[in-house]
T-cell receptor
Framework: DQQVKQNSPSLSVQEGRISILNCDYT??????FLWYKKYPAEGPTFLIS?????DKNEDGRFTVFLNKSAKHLSLHIVPSQPGDSAVYFCAARDNNAGNMLTFGGGTRLMVKP | ETGVTQSPTHLIKTRGQQVTLRCSSQ?????VSWYQQALGQGPQFIFQ???????GRGNFPPRFSGLQFPNYSSELNVNALELDDSALYLC?????????????FGSGTRLTVV
């Protein structure tokens, strides 16, 4: 039972345009959501997060939107740059279930120059 | 300030063998979490250690065990290896157990079981 799903395994966008990565979840007890970026041969690095009490968090070119009623979150990257090409993971935390993060399967983003 | 280092980077083992993977946490971090990432999937939580005690465990069998040492470095041990154990094993350290957004991941150990 996948509690966090990223339904698009890959996404290709042109440099300068917007990248939108999507994530759906089923567990209504999740209270914190995070996005990680992973380059080949490196560990995931934290990108941006959002608490379940908010619907938007912005950090430079990166914005995360949370729609609790739809159990959906998205990561917007504007403008996209070739260096953004990586695998992006959505993760969620249930504060009542210990400290584990539940990850989605990832979306490979390719930004073309 | 050093990051999280994992060793070895790659490993090939035979089914039924035992393996030990090692992780040195980032300076100042007292919590270590281990994740398994199978090919094409997201990382899955194995367990977390905080101040040398197990502090949470995911849905993994008892043949997956761990240790944390007084310097907060950690080991992941897997007994009776199965082919499905082939994966990237990631270690992440943090300042404390609740500091998920402060996770620092290592580059992982790629384990292949043949």
């Amino acid at each position: 039972d996948q509690q966090v799903k990223q339904n698009s395994p890959s996404l290709s966008v042109q440099e300068g345009r917007i990248s939108i990565l999507n994530c759906d979840y089923t567990n209504s007890m999740f209270d914190y959501f995070l996005w990680y970026k992973k380059y080949p041969a490196e560990g995931p690095t934290f990108l941006i997060s959002i608490s379940s009490i908010k619907d938007k968090n912005e950090d430079g070119r990166f914005t995360v939107f949370l729609n609790k009623s739809a159990k959906h979150l998205s990561l917007h990257i504007v403008p996209s740059q070739p260096g953004d090409s990586a695998v992006y993971f959505c993760a969620a935390r249930d504060n009542n279930a210990g400290n584990m993060l539940t990850f989605g399967g990832g979306t490979r983003l390719m930004v073309k120059p | 300030e050093t990051g999280v280092t994992q060793s070895p980077t790659h490993l090939i083992k035979t089914r039924g063998q035992q393996v030990t993977l090692r992780c040195s946490s980032q300076s100042g971090h007292n919590t270590v979490s281990w994740y398994q990432q199978a090919l094409g999937q997201g990382p899955q939580f194995i367990f977390q250690y905080y101040r040398e005690e197990e502090n949470g465990r995911g849905n993994f069998p008892p043949r997956f065990s761990g240790l944390q040492f007084p310097n907060y470095s950690s080991e992941l041990n897997v007994n009776a290896l199965e082919l499905d154990d082939s994966a990237l094993y990631l270690c992440a350290s943090s300042l404390d157990p609740s500091d998920n957004y402060g996770y620092t991941f290592g580059s992982g150990t790629r384990l292949t079981v043949v």
